[in-house]
């Protein structure tokens, strides 16, 4: 669903967006405390030289800082997120799904990250199919799966109805990537909290709109994201923040309420 933007506030600088994703590395990750679920936590695993993004608007936001900090890490990046849907259960699926194993196959992507977005309704057992399926997609297409869970909401009246159906997507997905070598769940709670917060740390990490990111958020998400593949896929140093955060991506209009 696309939504009119909230006009945009100014925008922090950039050279204390560069702080801000710096110190990001300082932070302590969800594995420090409850640790994700399946892959093996090793450096010592498969190479990673090319990752595909899934998701929403929120997901898309996201991307911005993660293509030129991929690209600094030397690693291929594309991002196929997509406003107003990029869900693979839910409303949209059924249209995504037509284009998605294609978009899939030609990335020839190492790894496949797919956000869990802010449409994936559905029953429990609708949710765990869809999963499945998308896992299959991409080990078809000789790629491991990474979900990554989504930030939480300030759920207006058009996702509040659905707001159980999104608390349990965690859980379907945790159920599949549980029952293969080749997927994990990334619980981002270390990045985001349990809650939505707009302000963390004196910073605006979330936008007014209660659903996406600020540069802020996106950029200590960019580094926790950079992190945790770092601890399972040998042959990949993160570049440090500095090479990616000043490189013009916050000024974007996708930021606003911000």
Known sequence: MNRKPIPALRLIS???LVLVAAGCSG???????????????????????????LGDSV??????????????SDVGFESIASDGGGNVVGP????????????????????????????DWGSRTEQRDAYDRLLSTVTDAGARLVFVTSPP???????R?????????PEAARTVADSSEKAVL???????????????DGKAYRSADGIHTCPQGAARFTEWLLGELAKRYSGFTPAD????????????EHFTGC
Do not use: C
């Not at 594995?31 to 093996?40: L, M």
């Not at 990334?186 to 963390?200: C, N, P």
């Not at 923040?241 to 974007?252: F, H, L, V, Y």
């Open 92 to 119: 949209f699926a059924d249209k995504n799904w037509e284009k998605l194993p294609g978009q899939i196959t030609s990335a020839e992507p190492d790894v496949v990250v797919y956000q869990i977005t802010t449409y």
């Open 241 to 252: 923040a500095q090479e990616w955060a000043n490189t013009g991506w916050s000024a974007d």
């Open 161 to 169: 109805p659905h707001m159980g159906e999104l608390e349990r997507a």
């Open 14 to 16: 950039l050279i204390g």
């Open 59 to 72: 997901a898309a936001g996201e991307a911005l800082p993660l293509a030129p900090a991929f690209e600094a």
């Open 153 to 159: 909401i300030k759920p207006d009246d058009f996702y």
């Open 27 to 53: 932070h302590s990750t969800a594995s420090d405390t409850s640790g994700p679920t399946g892959a093996a936590d090793s450096p010592s695993g498969p190479e990673l030289s090319t990752v595909l993004f």
């Open 186 to 200: 990334l619980d981002a709670g270390a990045v985001w909290g349990d809650t939505y917060q707009q302000v963390t």
